[in-house]
């Protein structure tokens, strides 16, 4: 196999350990989940803040019981909420099990139960039951219905996407993709690029440290040609370069320029260092640059809002007519914020403001109205419908500047 060819045979095939602490989220697991529907309301979706800090004041099973509880008193049919109930205890038990083990910052849970027992210990089996865990922590939500909620999930996956990282030394190169909070590395078979000429000349051809160093400027344009190539596959957003010594440096100035672009910096780290090792080394690159990212867009936002442009609004009325319109490039939002708003039967519009008391009917297309508690999350889930983007500011100085503008808001298609 030659060069090209070998180039050509790249896949995007991960291998991992057991230690990750989060979990990668792929597009057929996502679709798996929008394909979920159920006749009657027995789908179970469970989003829980795991973050160290709300641990330590709100234990995980105190704030779960008061969901069970809550749900449990909406449902009516009564067979239908004792195989609730039995789902909310079998997943409760888990919960407590696996206390001490949870990582991440936050968890979902969605199960389907395919038949319980009513009785004793209510036992239950599984048509599906997934679990993912998340970098950032979601609000804590319990869902009983004939669809999945995925709206927090997928606003997650929204906002994280891949970084390609590269650890290099003088004779070896790994791939890693960091995504979701956690590493994991490219199955990429080995291959020496090391020009026939030389091989076939051997040493007594050359001065050995001047063989090396050829050997040594192969090994990288290689490496580079690999880095391309796996980047065009998976479109990482940013780039980090790892490994000792000058190695990094040099690697890097052999990327073309569109791979330079996505390059937030390199690092010292061995090249045998383990999945955890990359993770915890690029994790705060990657956390800095998102940070900086957050902050100017907000600031083009604001700036757009300032000259009264017809590019950003901001507020709960503006935002919400702006969403109808099919505008919103980016809804803009904090983590914990929420307002109740009013919801047309007819038209599915989003109606918000600061008033107590809703319109007689829908301003869109006169239909019946009906109260909604968190209008942001119906918001980001037809923005995400539509093809567009939520940015959940999560930097505390950024949300200051969100603040002032009624934590709501979003950057306009047109």
């Known amino acids: 196999m030659n060069e090209k060819e070998y180039l050509e045979s790249l896949t995007l095939d991960l291998i991992g350990d057991d230690e990750r602490g989060y979990d990668f989220i792929t597009d057929a697991g996502v679709q798996l989940l929008k394909e979920l529907q159920t006749e009657e309301p027995r789908i179970l979706s469970l989003y829980l803040d795991i973050s160290p800090e709300r641990i330590q004041h709100e234990p995980v099973p105190i704030r779960y ?29 888990m919960l407590l099990n696996e206390y001490n083990l949870m990582r991440g910052k936050g968890l979902v849970i969605f199960a389907v139960p395919e038949k319980y027992s009513p009785k004793g210990h209510r036992e239950v089996k599984y048509e599906t039951m997934v679990r993912y865990h998340l970098p950032a922590p979601p609000k804590d939500d319990l869902q ?8 927090p999930l997928l606003v997650q996956i929204d906002e994280n996407e891949p970084t390609g990282v590269i650890l290099v030394d003088r004779q070896r190169a790994r791939y890693f993709v960091y995504y979701m909070g956690e590493a994991a590395e490219y199955s990429v078979m080995e291959f020496d690029p090391t020009p026939q000429k030389t091989r076939a000349l051997g040493y007594g051809a050359h001065n050995h440290e001047q063989w090396l ?13 690999v880095a391309d190539r796996l980047n065009q596959l998976a479109d990482w957003k940013w780039m980090a370069v790892g490994g000792t010594d000058q190695t990094p440096e040099d690697f890097v100035d052999r990327l073309p320029k569109h791979l330079k ?3 937030l910096g390199t690092f010292q780290i061995d090249v045998d260092a383990n999945y955890n090792q990359v993770r915890d080394e690029v994790a705060p690159i990657v956390h800095q640059a998102e940070v900086q990212e957050e902050r100017a867009f907000l600031e083009r936002w604001i700036g757009e809002l300032e000259r009264r442009g017809d590019r950003a609004v901001f507020g709960l009325a ?35 403001d600061l008033m107590d008391e809703p319109p007689s009917h829908c301003p869109y297309c006169g239909g019946e109205l009906v109260t909604v508690p968190d209008i942001v999350t119906l918001a980001a889930a037809q923005t995400l419908e539509h093809g567009g983007h939520v940015e959940v500011v999560r930097d505390e100085e950024n949300q200051k500047l969100l603040e002032k503008y009624g934590n709501f808001g979003a950057y306009l298609r047109f």
């Open 144 to 151: 009983w219905g004939v669809l999945p909620v995925l709206t």
């Open 213 to 225: 160093e050829e050997k040594y400027k192969a090994h990288l344009r290689h490496a580079v040609l």
């Open 318 to 352: 503006d935002t919400t007519f702006a969403l109808q319109q099919g505008r919103i490039d980016t809804l803009i939002t904090q983590p914990y914020f929420e307002h109740k708003g009013w919801q047309c039967q007819d038209c599915g519009g989003l109606i918000a």
């Open 261 to 263: 672009q996505k390059l």
């Open 65 to 93: 019981r008061h969901l069970v509880e809550k749900v449990a008193e909406s449902i009516e049919d009564k067979e239908n909420r004792r195989m609730f109930q039995a789902v909310a205890d079998n997943i409760g038990a």
